[in-house]
């Protein structure tokens, strides 16, 4: 078809346009974001440095972050947000003043560590200052149950052990 004018008419979007980003509630912790994200978004895979920056930074990924990062990254907010909600190290909330990390791997419960694990999920249960979590091997096997507390590593924890280890803790 040589000779001809070829029209092109362009192809009307079904159904809305994705909504724009929310502002976020608090300018400069997203300002801060935008510029952790933008000083790593040149390395390569990104997403998961600026992530752990932010963690690192600012203590967990709140929503407002996301778009943020989204934005710099060039990515959508599910993106995000599914690498977010996968990996147990982004945590979506405040942190607690403290936090119990008690190994569940089979070293560890075969010496005992489902009593332990038990009592300080009973001994926090619905605090606020105490977060109880569990870990899967700590490396420290032969001197199970280990766990960490604020993040140092305990070995041979009783349920007797942790509290005396925690006493000063807030119950």
Known sequence: MTG?????TPVRQRGPSPAPAPAPADPERAASVRSIAEELSGVR???????????ETHGFVH???VPVIAE???LSRADVLGVVSFYHDFRRTPPAAHRVALCRAEACQARG???TYASAADRWAGSTEVEVGEVFCLG?????PSGTLDGTLHA????????????????
């Open 4 to 8: 001809t004018t070829e029209r092109w």
């Open 45 to 55: 895979g990104p997403l998961l440095p600026i992530l752990h920056e932010v963690v």
């Open 63 to 65: 929503d407002d972050d």
């Open 72 to 74: 710099v990254l060039n």
């Open 113 to 115: 560590a489902e009593a």
């Open 140 to 144: 420290n096997c032969a001197l199970g």
């Open 156 to 171: 041979r924890l009783t349920p007797d052990r942790l509290d005396a280890l925690t006493e000063e803790w807030a119950r």
